[in-house]
């Protein structure tokens, strides 16, 4: 018996990897992810930011170094006093109104912005599941109280939420980001582990639990929980996107992470001045925030056709 409840983890393991890779949004998803994480790791060994060294207004609003080469009448040049040669700098994502490079900014910024989606989806999960897990297997007086309360929350768009607890926090800009964007998905976690739990504390193997005499933690942490986690981490890598996008919407009005950290969103709020004379200031950020939020989309998709248990794959 214990030889067969060994191997079973590994084989599950076999299952999913097989179920992974035939999902094509999955993997997909999977390879966005890690090309931004990766970026996010490698940025400070690569570029280490430093706010007043990249200051550089000899280049400032340089365009593109790939456009540098067609485009001679472009104003962002710095012509040497001395040498009178003009020299367009080495900017692949060009620089802003300061005359930072827009590249490395955007790289350090997916630093912030993945520990703000990662984070703040992780506060959001165990606090939600934490109330969701005792909603659904308790119910009574818990239930109906903390159902009022979802209610109540989801009524509102969770940008105001986030745009609330933003403006009245006296928390650190990153960890007030964090707090802004997580309280508002507590709601969806706690309805949905609810809703699985009601579900799972009525099968044969818990209610045989029961029977035997295990204690109501047993019964929860042990049997419930467990079968319980399949949709809360679909629901987390989806969530994770959510989070980039609030996160961003929170630093393009001004309540997000302070400069001079890099955050997508305040890029994208400092360059509206610009986007028809600098452009690239604008489409970079939005770029780096377009894919990442489809990578984690394609991502939980792809966990939502493995992990689901009426998959035939």
């Known amino acids: 018996m214990t030889a067969v409840v060994a ?21 997909i998803g999977a390879v966005m992810v890690l090309f931004f994480v990766v970026a996010a790791i490698l940025a400070p060994l690569l570029h280490p ?41 080495r900017h ?11 590249a490395v900014r955007v790289w350090h910024g997916a630093r912030v912005s993945l520990i703000i989606g990662i984070v703040a989806t992780a506060i959001a999960l165990v606090i939600g599941s934490v109330l969701g897990l005792l909603a659904g297997y308790f119910g009574g007086l818990l239930d109906s109280t903390l159902g009022y309360v979802t209610d109540v929350m989801l009524a509102f768009p969770s940008i105001l939420i986030a745009i609330g607890i933003a403006s009245i926090s006296n928390l650190p800009g990153l960890y007030t980001v964090m707090l802004a964007v997580s309280i508002p998905q507590v709601p ?9 739990v009601l579900s799972v504390r009525e099968r044969e193997f818990v209610q045989a639990a029961g029977a035997l005499g295990a204690g ?83 991502l939980g998709d792809g966990l939502r056709d493995v992990l689901d248990p009426r998959s035939t794959q």
């Open 92 to 102: 692949i994502f060009g620089t802003d109104n300061l005359g930072r490079d827009v």
């Open 49 to 89: 930011y430093d706010a007043s060294r990249d200051l550089d207004y000899r280049y400032r609003l340089a365009p593109p170094s790939v456009s540098a080469l067609w485009d001679s009448t472009a104003k962002a040049k710095y012509t040497d006093p001395v040498t009178g040669k003009v020299d367009y700098g």
């Open 216 to 298: 109501n933690a047993r019964m929860v942490f042990r049997h419930v929980l467990p079968n319980s986690l399949s949709p809360l981490i679909v629901q987390g890598a989806l969530s994770i996107a959510t989070a980039t996008i609030e996160a961003a919407a929170l630093g393009f009005l001004g309540l997000g992470v302070p400069p001079p950290n890099p955050e997508w969103g305040t890029m994208l709020s400092d360059s509206r001045e610009y986007y028809t004379s600098a452009a690239w200031t604008m489409i970079y950020p939005g770029l780096a925030i377009l894919f990442t939020v489809l990578g984690f989309n394609l």
């Open 7 to 27: 191997q079973s983890a590994p084989k599950q393991q076999n299952v999913f990897w097989k179920r992974f890779r035939r999902s094509t949004p999955g993997k």
């Open 188 to 196: 969806l976690y706690l309805r949905l582990t609810r809703s699985v």
